[in-house]
């Protein structure tokens, strides 16, 4: 069976690549870390710029990563990430997460991070996991979810921003709530022995809320985000304009607080 991939919803412009470079196995796979140790083969599927998957490098070293995207030219930022930090021990090629290139059993640890909320098929991407993971690893997989998004203070505009983005995210084939449902998406593709968690990033300081305010304005007006917006008809550049003001407005305010809450699973494969 065949599965076409959504386009990935954000693109990588600049605007996206600051908030995903700003990522590390620390704030973004603490849930993973017990289960690594030097020596272990990892797959980090989805892996966009690669900091996190640098973090996995040091970690299991002189263990191998191999590090796929669907995007080709994300993967020169991931190996030139991983050549400052002077890794020897990572490989990167193109690979769509639904159909792996790779023989059963390869892996002991397959990660992917804030990838299933954007594919086609989640479920089949962690069939796909599940698969290239030896007996014994584990599959890992975190995802966002927006739904569940908190912030203060309340604004109109911030309300319409996080209704686009559903309608925009659906409509290119994904599912940005993925993170309340990655338990049943991991119970579909066949797991048995999940472990669940939840866990959350905070912005509140002044240089937080201004980075988290200015990269989703930008994203909002000038990233493949905006694009796919206008080009579904589902806003005009002008409303886009407006949701973009609207962040930056919120970014000023000296009390200003954001919750980003993550579904996690750890899947042991039998
Ligand atoms: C939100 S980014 C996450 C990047 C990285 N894991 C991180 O958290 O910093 C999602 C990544 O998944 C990739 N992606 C989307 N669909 C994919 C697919 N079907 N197979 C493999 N990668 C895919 C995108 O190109 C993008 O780089």
């Not at 690893?137 to 912030?151: H, K, L, P």
Request: proline share 5%.
């Amino acid at each position: 069976m065949t599965h076409t991939p959504a386009v990935y919803t954000h693109g990588h412009h600049e605007s996206v690549l600051r908030s995903h470079s700003w990522r590390t196995a620390a704030n973004s796979a603490a849930y993973l870390l017990p289960e690594l140790r030097p020596g272990l083969d990892v797959l980090d599927v989805g892996c966009g710029p690669g900091t996190i998957t640098a973090d996995l490098a040091a970690l299991v070293a002189p263990g191998r990563v191999t590090a796929v995207d669907a995007a080709e030219d994300v993967l020169e930022k991931a190996q030139a990430v991983a050549d400052e930090r002077g890794l020897d021990n990572v490989g990167f090629a193109v690979a769509d997460v639904h159909a792996l290139d790779f023989p059963d059993d390869s892996f002991d640890v397959v990660h992917a991070h804030q990838v299933l909320q954007h594919v086609g098929d989640p479920v089949q991407a962690l069939r796909e996991m599940r698969r290239v993971c030896r007996p014994g690893g584990v599959v890992a997989a975190r995802d966002s979810d927006y739904g569940a998004f908190a912030w203060y203070p309340e604004r109109p505009a911030l309300d319409g921003w996080l209704e686009l983005y559903h309608r925009v995210a659906r409509a290119n084939g994904g599912e940005p709530d993925a993170g309340r449902r990655l338990f049943s998406w991991a119970r579909q593709a066949g797991f048995t022995e999940i472990t669940t968690t939840a866990g959350t990033w905070c912005f509140a300081t002044p240089e937080e809320r201004e980075w988290w305010s200015g990269l989703w304005a930008d994203r909002t007006t000038a990233s493949g985000y905006a694009d796919l917006a206008v080009d579904g008809g589902h806003a005009t550049a002008a409303e886009l304009a407006a949701i973009a003001e609207a962040w930056r407005e919120w970014g000023g305010q000296e009390d200003a607080w954001f919750m980003v809450p993550h579904g996690e699973i750890l899947c042991r494969v039998s």
